[in-house]
Nanobody
């Protein structure tokens, strides 16, 4: 059964760093698209960063470019989101997702984790 389990969330101050991990079941990790999304209260879900595992290409939302890095650890079936220079506006529930298709569109993702909370205080 396809499964994604996130970890690494927490509370940090502005300027701090967090590293989110998403462990995928073996069949899920073979999905073409892997990515991170976030949702803040009262806001639409936002596509934060995605990875096309076939081409190795990445996508980042403008709001996180230069601060966040998406990567994969194939040996551990793990997707990682390194978040640096965190801002209060990064506060959200972060979700790992997987799917097929054009990895820069949310519609490509149809497998979702439970989410991990990130809180950045000023």
């Amino acid at each position: 059964q396809a499964q994604l389990v996130e970890s690494g969330g927490g509370s940090v101050q502005t300027g701090g760093s967090l590293r989110l991990s998403c462990v995928a079941s073996k069949d899920t990790y073979s999905n073409f698209c892997m990515g991170w999304f976030r949702r803040s209260p009262g806001k639409e879900r936002e596509m934060v960063a995605t990875l096309d595992t076939g081409k190795g290409s990445t996508y980042y939302a403008d709001s996180v470019k230069g601060r966040f890095t998406i990567s994969q650890d194939n040996a551990k079936n793990t997707l990682v989101l390194q978040m640096n220079s965190l801002k209060p506006e990064d506060t959200a529930m972060y979700y790992c997702a997987a799917g097929w298709g054009w990895c820069q569109t949310e519609s490509a993702f149809d497998i979702w984790g439970q989410g991990t909370q990130v809180t950045v205080s000023s």
